[in-house]
């Protein structure tokens, strides 16, 4: 029987208020569609969100921060996502990076900003180490730009346990749509994101 495919592009629920909410409700979307066999799904129902905050620069003295918002995840290395070394394999840890830093800009959309995830223009791995199965790793992810039409999210793969560095990414995405810009109330600053 061949694998379901998807509905159509997955949004991020703008009315949801909490990121770290927001970003579960998408990551549920995965976990409760039985049918999808794709090819990010069992790594998407394997992943857990830890953490999510939004960063806004401080107008008063304008500043620009280099962080926007953070999402920090976790993920059981199964099986299913290794290769017959018994490690993850590459592409595996490829798409946790993507999918990953895709969701760490769901604290910061809007309705017509960035609603849906975007798609990617580049996406830069280095791997430094294997990731064994069996273990956790962690994902720490860091929006550094978003923009009307780009963003660009980092991330770093560690070993839970020992907060060994596994793997370092950077994604730069488009946006499906053309965005409207939020609005800004002072000098930088984006209080209502």
């Known amino acids: 029987m061949p694998a379901k495919t998807?509905?159509?592009?997955?949004?991020?629920?703008?009315?949801i208020s909490d990121p770290k909410e927001r970003i579960q409700a998408y990551i549920d979307t995965y976990r409760n569609d039985e049918e999808y066999e794709g090819f990010?799904?069992?790594?998407?129902?394997?992943?857990?969100?830890?953490?999510?905050s939004v960063s806004l620069p401080n107008p008063n003295p304008p500043q620009?921060?280099?962080?926007?918002?953070?999402?920090?995840?976790?993920?059981?290395?199964?099986?299913?996502?290794?290769?017959?070394?018994?490690?993850m394999h590459g592409g595996a840890v490829a798409t946790l990076a993507d999918m990953a830093t895709t969701m760490a800009t769901?604290?910061?959309?809007?309705?017509?900003?960035?609603?849906?995830?975007?798609?990617?223009?580049?996406?830069?791995?280095?791997?430094?180490?294997?990731?064994?199965?069996?273990?956790?790793v962690e994902v720490v992810c860091e929006v550094r730009s978003i923009g009307r039409r780009l963003s660009v999210t980092q991330c770093v793969v560690r070993e839970k346990e020992t907060g060994e560095m596994l793997a370092l990414a950077e994604h730069g995405k488009s946006a499906l749509l053309d965005q409207t810009f939020p609005p800004v109330r002072g000098r930088g600053d984006r209080s209502n994101l």
């Not at 990010?40 to 999510?52: D, F, G, N, R, V």
Request: hydrophobic content about 40%; charged content about 10%; aromatic content about 8%.
């Open 64 to 87: 620009a921060s280099s962080t926007l918002a953070t999402t920090t995840f976790a993920l059981p290395v199964v099986p299913a996502l290794c290769n017959p070394m018994g490690n």
């Open 6 to 15: 998807a509905k159509g592009p997955i949004g991020f629920d703008v009315s």
């Open 106 to 136: 769901a604290p910061l959309s809007q309705r017509g900003f960035w609603e849906f995830g975007g798609v990617s223009r580049t996406l830069s791995v280095t791997y430094l180490k294997p990731v064994k199965v069996g273990g956790v």
């Open 40 to 52: 990010e799904s069992t790594l998407m129902k394997s992943l857990h969100i830890i953490s999510a």
